[in-house]
């Protein structure tokens, strides 16, 4: 992968309060995908699916926080927009990627 521009999104003294949210935001999703997985409906069904995806995200989110690379796009690999990651702090790819067609194919399979 190659680096993008090194100047970092998020400022170092702001780390620990991200990571804290992030913490935060980890537990309160792992405890509704324990509630959802002990119900056996549809509407259990759908919210275990999205709150899985949400658990990997922040997961991943924190990950990055660990190598220095918070804030990095997943897909195109460019800083993702401090008003995104303010709105949604475990986000994995910026707005353009976000809203372009080819996530939808690479999460159809
Ligand atoms: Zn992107």
Same mark, same amino acid.
Request: charged residues 30%; negative net charge; glycine residues 4%.
């Given at each position: @992968? =190659? @680096?993008?521009?090194?100047?970092? !999104?998020?400022?170092? /003294?702001?780390?620990?309060?991200?990571?804290? #949210?992030? @913490?935060?935001?980890?537990?309160?999703?792992?405890?509704?995908?324990? &509630?959802?997985?002990?119900? $056996?409906? #549809?509407?259990?069904? &759908? @919210?275990?699916?999205?709150?899985?995806? =949400?658990?990997?995200?922040?997961?991943? &989110?924190? #990950?990055?926080?660990?190598?220095? #690379?918070?804030?990095? +796009?997943?897909? +195109?690999?460019?800083?993702?927009?401090? $008003?995104?990651?303010?709105?949604? !702090?475990? /986000?994995?790819? +910026?707005?353009? +990627?976000?809203?372009?067609?080819?996530?939808?194919?690479?999460? &159809?399979?």
């Amino acid at each position: @992968m =190659t @680096m993008p521009s090194p100047k970092h !999104p998020i400022p170092e /003294a702001s780390t620990e309060e991200l990571r804290s #949210e992030l @913490m935060e935001s980890l537990e309160y999703h792992k405890g509704r995908l324990a &509630a959802a997985a002990s119900q $056996d409906d #549809e509407i259990s069904h &759908a @919210m275990l699916n999205r709150s899985e995806r =949400t658990v990997e995200q922040i997961e991943a &989110a924190l #990950e990055r926080i660990e190598i220095g #690379e918070y804030g990095l +796009c997943d897909t +195109c690999g460019d800083w993702i927009g401090i $008003d995104r990651l303010n709105a949604l !702090p475990h /986000a994995s790819d +910026c707005t353009v +990627c976000a809203s372009a067609p080819t996530r939808n194919q690479r999460f &159809a399979r």
